[in-house]
């Protein structure tokens, strides 16, 4: 067997299951607040900037636009957030927070930083400023890749 094709030298495989595992964390806290990881992905990328076209979301994200609309309609059906044609451009979408959706902000703050940072900090030899450069690191792996 070639070295290079076993589980344990795959980099991927951790970046993986470390991915999985960290969202697989999150899911208690979402389900309190009503919400999927992508979701949550999507209210802080407007919680940073409200009113934003789909496609500038979906770059942040760096996702396909035909992947983040159904996931805009799912979230604009619960009341989260809102879609609009643009004024200038007919073409665009523009995707707006509800009040709903502005009120989630402070619920995410007060459950999730707080929630994780039990997880990953108090079982664990690491610390803060370690996950800082381990997301440096994936950074540019990330910037490499894209």
């Known amino acids: 067997m070639h070295a290079e094709l076993?589980?344990?030298?795959?980099?991927?495989?951790?970046l993986y299951t470390a991915s999985r595992l960290v969202i697989q964390a999150y899911a208690p806290?979402?389900?309190r607040l009503g919400i999927t990881y992508p979701q949550y992905l999507v209210l802080m990328v407007l919680w940073e900037k409200d009113g934003q076209p789909v496609n500038d979301i979906a770059h942040r994200l760096m996702l396909e636009t035909n992947t983040v609309t159904p996931l805009l309609q799912r979230m604009e059906k619960q009341g989260i957030?809102?879609?609009?044609?643009?004024?200038?451009?007919?073409r665009q979408q523009i995707v707006s927070l509800t009040e709903?959706?502005?009120a989630l902000e402070q619920e995410a703050f007060d459950t999730i930083p707080e929630g994780m940072g039990k997880r990953?900090?108090?079982?664990c030899p690491l610390h803060m400023e370690d996950y800082k450069q381990l997301a440096a690191e994936l950074d540019d792996i990330i910037n490499t890749l894209k």
Do not use: A, H, T
Request: net charge positive; proline share 3%.
């Open 120 to 123: 990953l900090l108090d079982p």
């Open 29 to 31: 806290m979402f389900n």
């Open 6 to 14: 076993q589980l344990d030298n795959q980099v991927c495989f951790r």
């Open 100 to 102: 709903k959706g502005k």
């Open 81 to 90: 957030l809102e879609r609009k044609r643009g004024e200038q451009d007919k």
